[in-house]
């Protein structure tokens, strides 16, 4: 037996048909189709999920490419380092001893300063959670990112008018304080994935342990191999960042590489294997 519904003649159901039929009609997507789980639980436990630490020095050692970028132009331009906070220290004693002589010590102590506010937040907000989550870790680089971007926005649209290394305004200070606090995101990394040597701003003590290495020149060697790179991709990272330095792009070039290098690690932090061992 068979009704008119408006669009055609169908069976009549009983009502014990009628409410199953209701139920699976409520169940239907609106627009056809199979049904879409939310992705934003599997969202939140990818997030959640300690990453594994193998081959986390690749990430790390491209850290040195970066700080040889922001290094090599800040000091060529602005007499003073963001990342290496060994040769402020130097800087700053310099300044101290003949205060007038340059206000370089003043551009180093604002770089020390903030570098050590940053690894002050940053410690903290890995021990707070998992060292090794990766949510953590995404969000710190990409804290790092949004620092860089905002410095090169400062110089781009804010360029020092004198150009002149004396300068300390504060287009040229906040830049430097940005950079500084962000350097540091990538020192306590290290810590969290458990690859102390690879600070990304310390070379003194890689030299020291690969010359001093009872197996330098063994086939497999793999810190060897970590501290031999960790240099040349710092030097690699000077002679780039000196490049844009001396270019019409000037220093902004700098942090604009550094800070596409910094979206390149965000990426590949989502996509890193897990921990299957310390997975939360």
């Known amino acids: 037996m068979s009704a008119f519904r408006g669009y055609g ?8 048909q009628a409410i199953a039929n209701h139920d699976n009609v409520e169940d239907q997507p609106l627009l056809g189709g199979a049904k879409m789980p939310s992705r934003v639980p599997a969202l939140r436990r990818k997030m959640l999920e300690d ?9 790390l050692l491209l850290g040195y490419v970066i700080t040889g970028l922001l290094d090599s132009a800040s000091n060529f331009v602005w007499g003073s380092f963001v990342s290496m906070q060994t040769g402020n220290t130097v800087y700053i004693g310099l300044g101290l001893a003949a205060p007038r002589e340059s206000t370089r010590w003043i551009k180093s102590g604002v770089s020390l300063g903030s570098f050590c506010l940053g690894a002050f937040i940053f410690s903290r907000v890995h021990r707070h959670f998992s060292p090794r989550r990766r949510g953590v870790l995404a969000a710190s680089f990409t804290l790092q990112l949004m620092l860089c971007l905002g410095a090169g926005a400062i110089l781009a649209l804010a360029p020092s008018a004198s150009g002149d290394a004396e300068d300390i305004s504060w287009n040229v200070l906040v830049p430097i304080a940005l950079l500084a606090f962000q350097s540091c995101g990538q020192t306590v990394t290290s810590r969290a994935l458990g690859y102390n040597a690879l600070t990304s701003v310390v070379l003194t003590s890689i030299y020291t342990d690969l010359f001093s290495d009872a197996h330098l020149f063994g086939l497999r060697n793999v ?9 040349l991709l710092l030097l690699l990272g000077a002679v780039t960042g000196g490049i844009f330095a001396h270019s019409d792009i000037g220093i902004a070039g700098a942090v604009w590489l550094a800070s596409a290098l910094k979206l390149l690690i965000v990426v590949s932090w989502l996509f890193w294997p897990a921990d299957s061992t310390h997975s939360s």
């Open 51 to 59: 990453v594994n630490r193998e081959h986390g020095d690749i990430v």
């Open 9 to 16: 003649a169908a069976d009549v159901d009983t009502p014990a």
């Open 223 to 231: 810190e060897r191999n970590r501290r031999v790179a960790a240099p």
